[in-house]
T-cell receptor, first 111, second 112 residues
Framework: GESVGLHLPTLSVQEGDNSIINCAYS??????FIWYKQESGKGPQFIID?????DKRQGQRVTVLLNKTVKHLSLQIAATQPGDSAVYFC??????????FGDGTTLTVKP | KAGVTQTPRYLIKTRGQQVTLSCSPI?????VSWYQQTPGQGLQFLFE???????NKGNFPGRFSGRQFSNSRSEMNVSTLELGDSALYLC???????????FGSGTRLTVV
């Protein structure tokens, strides 16, 4: 079968490397997905979103990939920087106003 | 433009008391959601309001309630506080369904 990236609670990368953070979502009816970044002492911050009619979306240094067949979402960060160190959450919107969040991945960037 | 403002930032309450938290959304945002964040349970959805109506509710006991005013400001209330209610309570606002949410910095509630 098709392989998908595993969700890891922590990820450590070297500065300048690319990071890939994976997320599995639960509801096949979800049609909108968001990645958030949360730094210590702050609320989650919107990074990038994708709707279910797309499978890839790019932002500045970030790319989100959506695989609806296996209900998998990934966030790719290019040229990771120390300021990218944070907890990253994926969220799926299932119905009006409700976002279901994944468990989060703590990204640590080593200089 | 101003972000989502939550007050107070920190709160210490005693078991059995009640508490009211406040959230001012971004101007023009009519959808306000509340979340509870704890180390063990992560981010859990409490409820969402749009134009003063609760549109969705998470799996929390009836001690957790909320409301939204005509200016979109929202409050949540927790009655008969329990030690397990200690958490970071986050408010987020959005234009509407299926738009990314902007979160406030949260209210850190400690129940002793």
């Amino acid at each position: 079968g098709e392989s998908v990236g595993l969700h890891l609670p922590t990820l450590s990368v070297q500065e300048g490397d690319n990071s890939i953070i994976n997320c599995a979502y639960s509801n096949s009816a979800s049609d909108y997905f968001i990645w958030y970044k949360q730094e210590s002492g702050k609320g989650p911050q919107f990074i990038i979103d994708i709707r279910s009619n797309m499978d890839k979306r790019q932002g500045q240094r970030v790319t989100v990939l959506l695989n609806k067949t296996v209900k998998h979402l990934s966030l790719q960060i290019a040229a990771t920087q120390p300021g990218d160190s944070a907890v990253y959450f994926c969220a799926e919107n299932t119905n009006a106003g409700k976002s279901t969040f994944g468990d989060g991945t703590t990204l640590t960037v080593k200089p | 433009k101003a972000g989502v403002t939550q007050t107070p930032r920190y709160l210490i309450k005693t078991r059995g008391q009640q508490v009211t938290l406040s959230c001012s959304p971004i101007s023009g945002h009519r959808s306000v959601s509340w979340y509870q964040q704890t180390p063990g349970q992560g981010l859990q959805f409490l409820f969402e309001y749009f134009s003063e109506t609760q549109r969705n509710k998470g799996n929390f006991p009836g001690r957790f309630s909320g409301r939204q005013f005509s200016n979109s400001r929202s409050e949540m209330n927790v009655s008969t506080l329990e030690l397990g209610d200690s958490a970071l309570y986050l408010c987020a606002s959005s234009l509407d369904n299926n738009y990314g949410y902007t979160f406030g910095s949260g209210t850190r509630l400690t129940v002793v």
